[in-house]
Every structure is written in structure tokens, then in C-alpha cells.
């Protein structure tokens, strides 16, 4: 499995962050799907390319974008220096954050970098501590079994697909004990029509919005590319 360090991910994001800068914000267009007051606050932990925080602050989100490795968070801070988006260096274990500081945090690819329940656990526990609303944690869909293969291939030659796979069982056992905890799938076939640009990206937001929730969780969970598990931690 890939071993989360510093070192790993400064070493990984020379060599990858052009591409993923390039690749759509789509965790950030499923967020807005989610949650579309604007009013709220929004921390994205562990965000690499930051591309998804940088879109939910150009439309009008108050977003702070956060790693622990400092160089990312700088090279962040240079390519959207012209946006409304915040970047801070945060440790996801041990933030230094006050309790209930934001509304929504949320992380797309942060759990799987860990063999052990007990980091899940422990980063889980600093999340809720700092949430207010929602806590949100996007996982590789464990379900879909091509894009299993596909990772299985691509591991020796590129540990950043030597991941650890996450059960519905096991999302439910991390979270759950936190708040009602949702899923909703993240490339699935009717859900990404709804995102922006896509064939019914120009229905307005609250009918995407409907047909998201009420619809797309009941989609075959094998198609789906990632599952975003939600958290109510407090009150709306
Ligand atoms: C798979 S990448 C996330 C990619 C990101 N969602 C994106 O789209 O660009 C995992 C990220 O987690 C960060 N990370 C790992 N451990 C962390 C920790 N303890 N605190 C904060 N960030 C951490 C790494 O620096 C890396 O940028």
C-alpha cells in the first residue's frame, strides 16, 4: 500500500499536479449539489491540487483550502492567487482548529491513504470536532470492479493507485457513530449528467439538486466511480 509521508506526496504532486490541476472540479461540482447555501463555510482537508475548494470559491463559497505538506499548499496559493479561495497548511490529524469552526468539511482521497483503523479513526474524530453541519469523505468506489482491475494494474509501476478500498461496512463504522451518515455516488451514470457542462447541467440547481438526492443514491452502486459518504454532525 502507499506510504503516506511528506516526502511521498512533495515527490508525487511534482510530478502529477499539472494533470490534476487540468482534470474538471467535479468533487466541487458534487458539493454544490449538496449544499447550496452559500452563506456557509467550507474547509477542504488534505486538497492537493485544491482545484475543487478553488471552484466552490468562485462560485461565491467561503472555502479554505488546506494540506499538511507546505510546498502544496504555496504552489495552491500562486496558481489561484487572482480567486477568493483561502489556503492554510493543516495537519488533518491534529488541525489546530477550534471545535465547530465550519459548516462543511470534506476530503476526496484522504482516507484511503491509510492501512490502519486506527489513523481513519483518529482523523475522523478531529473532523467531527471541527464541523459543525456536515462532515464529507469521498472514497474510490470499492464496487466497481473494472476500476479495481484498472488500479490493480497501474500499482507497481505508480503507488498513488496502491490504495486502501473501503466497504460500505467500513464507512458506515468510521462515521456513522458521529451522525446519519448518507452515500451518494460520484461518477455514476445519471449523476454526472447533472454536473455543469454535461447533457442536464443547465437544468436549474435546485431540479439537479432533487434528482441527486432523491434519485442518484438508488443507481447501481458497481458503476459508481467514487462514493461520497455524508455526515450530519450537527444541526442544519
Ligand atoms: C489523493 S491526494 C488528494 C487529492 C485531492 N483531492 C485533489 O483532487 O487534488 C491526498 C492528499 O492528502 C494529503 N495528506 C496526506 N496526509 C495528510 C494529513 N495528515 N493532513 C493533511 N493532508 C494530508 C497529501 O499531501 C495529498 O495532497
Redesign the pocket.
Known amino acids: 500500500m502507499l506510504r503516506?509521508s511528506?516526502d511521498f506526496?512533495r515527490e508525487?504532486?511534482g510530478e502529477h499536479m499539472p494533470l490534476?490541476r487540468s482534470r474538471p472540479p467535479r468533487?466541487g461540482m458534487y458539493l454544490e449539489l449538496l449544499f447550496p447555501e452559500k452563506s456557509w463555510t467550507f474547509l477542504?482537508?488534505?486538497?492537493?491540487?485544491?482545484?475543487?475548494a478553488n471552484y466552490l470559491a468562485e462560485r461565491g463559497y467561503q472555502v479554505t483550502g488546506?494540506?499538511?505538506?507546505p510546498e502544496?499548499v504555496s504552489s495552491a496559493r500562486e496558481a489561484y492567487r487572482d480567486s477568493r479561495l483561502e489556503t492554510r497548511v493543516?495537519?488533518?490529524?491534529d488541525t489546530k482548529v477550534a471545535d465547530d469552526t465550519f459548516d462543511v468539511s470534506y476530503?476526496?482521497?484522504?482516507l484511503?491513504?491509510f492501512s490502519s483503523d486506527s489513523d481513519i479513526e483518529a482523523?475522523v474524530r478531529e473532523q467531527a470536532r471541527i464541523t459543525r453541519k456536515y462532515m464529507v469523505a469521498t472514497v474510490p468506489c470499492a464496487y466497481h470492479e473494472e476500476q479495481r482491475r484498472q488500479f490493480a494494474e497501474l500499482a507497481p509501476q505508480n503507488p498513488?493507485y496502491d490504495i486502501r478500498w473501503l466497504t460500505l461496512d467500513d464507512i458506515s463504522r468510521f462515521l456513522a457513530p458521529y451522525g446519519c451518515t448518507k452515500v451518494y455516488p460520484f461518477g455514476g451514470r445519471l449523476d454526472s449528467r447533472l454536473l455543469p457542462g454535461r447533457s442536464f447541467g443547465w437544468l436549474p440547481l435546485c431540479v439537479r439538486r432533487w434528482v441527486y438526492r432523491s434519485l442518484c443514491p438508488h443507481q447501481r452502486l458497481r458503476r459508481w466511480k467514487k462514493i461520497i459518504a455524508v455526515t450530519q454532525v450537527g444541526d442544519d
Open positions: 503516506n511528506e506526496w508525487t504532486w490534476y468533487q477542504e482537508l488534505a486538497a492537493g491540487s485544491m482545484r475543487d488546506s494540506d499538511y505538506v502544496v493543516i495537519d488533518a490529524f476530503h476526496n482521497g484522504l484511503i491513504c482523523l498513488i
